[in-house]
């Protein structure tokens, strides 16, 4: 079982149903240490005052903010204290909307909120309120303070429990007016082609069928390290040339994704039609990643090493 990283109560108007936090994702990214490349030894990183050139302490260390003009504000731990966020160890629920409603951008990060003690009335309370939300199909918004910082959170019920996401505050988003837009509307008939492409590669959404590609290829660089074999990196792929005629592109792209070339486009587990399974005849049209992950996904020995030419032998043999 993980580790509670919070607990408390989620309060909703006179009801205290006992929680505890539990982070819903996990790392699982592969984390490195520094070392000297001359002897292998850690590095280790220490604060130094630029003033005195040495070594200071954590206690020793304060805080300042950047103004315009190169000025700048020192503050003190009493002045953060004064201004922290009051802790308390209670989710107060201020409302319940339509899930709908939320706009994804403002989600932040997933956790799970189990029910806390060994009696009775906690967890019929816990479950009252699973019950009670589901049949009411509502996200519940709230704030709570986890160890010094304030967070907007949404509650809601996943797989018969409660979950909690936090939330980024409505300033916190970027308004959409800065950033550019294309420009000038489409063509009816690119349009057309477009849709008719979205509509090629759409498929039903399995989490399953997205797995971190990256991770999986260094996970065997490591392996293969660790047999003592030797890596050599793949010769650099050019980039693709734009192609000038947008319509041929849209074409080409949706005959591809329809299987008109003899190829039946594969549902779910990859964005773009260039990366659809293809025929072995076919195998040098793919990049060197995607002649990788078939070549990962076959065992392949030595791949990590091959050239795209030699990725391509391979599968075909």
């Known amino acids: 079982m993980a580790r509670a990283l919070w607990t408390g109560s989620l309060s909703f108007g006179l009801v205290n149903v006992p929680v505890a936090l539990f982070s819903a994702a996990r790392d699982l990214d592969l984390h490195f240490n520094q070392l000297h490349e001359k002897d292998a030894a850690r590095i280790e990183t220490r604060r130094f005052c630029s003033e005195e050139d040495r070594e200071i302490a954590l206690e020793e260390i304060g805080h300042a903010y950047d103004l315009d003009g190169g000025k700048t504000v020192v503050v003190t731990d009493e002045d953060l204290e004064a201004v922290a966020p009051r802790k308390t160890r209670t989710i107060d629920i201020e409302a319940f909307v339509d899930l709908d409603e939320i706009d994804?951008?403002?989600?932040?990060?997933p956790y799970w909120l189990a029910p806390t003690g060994e009696s009775e009335?906690?967890?019929?309370a816990y479950q009252l309120l699973v019950e009670a939300m589901g049949r009411s199909e509502r996200v519940a918004l709230g704030r709570f303070v986890m160890r010094t910082k304030e967070y907007l959170v949404a509650v809601q019920v996943r797989d018969e429990r409660l979950s909690l996401t936090t939330m980024l505050f409505g300033d916190e988003i970027r308004p959409a007016k800065d950033i550019e837009t294309g420009g000038t509307k489409p063509a009816a008939k690119a349009l057309d082609r477009a849709v008719q492409l979205i509509e090629a590669l759409s498929a039903d959404w399995d989490p399953g069928d997205w797995k971190d590609c990256y991770r999986a290829r260094l996970e065997d660089i490591i392996d293969r390290k660790r047999k003592g074999k030797r890596i050599s990196a793949p010769k650099p792929q050019k980039e693709p040339s734009p192609v000038p005629d947008l319509m041929a592109a849209l074409e080409r792209s949706l005959a591809e994704a329809q299987g008109k070339s003899g190829r039946k486009a594969k549902s779910g587990t990859q964005a773009t039609a260039g990366s659809r399974p293809?025929?072995?005849?076919?195998?040098?049209?793919?990049s060197r990643e995607e002649l990788y992950e078939r070549a990962q996904e076959q065992d392949l020995p030595g791949r990590s090493s091959m050239t795209k030419d030699d990725l391509v032998k391979a599968l075909q043999d």
């Open 104 to 109: 994804p951008v403002f989600f932040d990060h």
């Open 278 to 286: 293809k025929k072995k005849s076919d195998l040098t049209d793919l």
């Open 121 to 124: 009335g906690p967890r019929r």
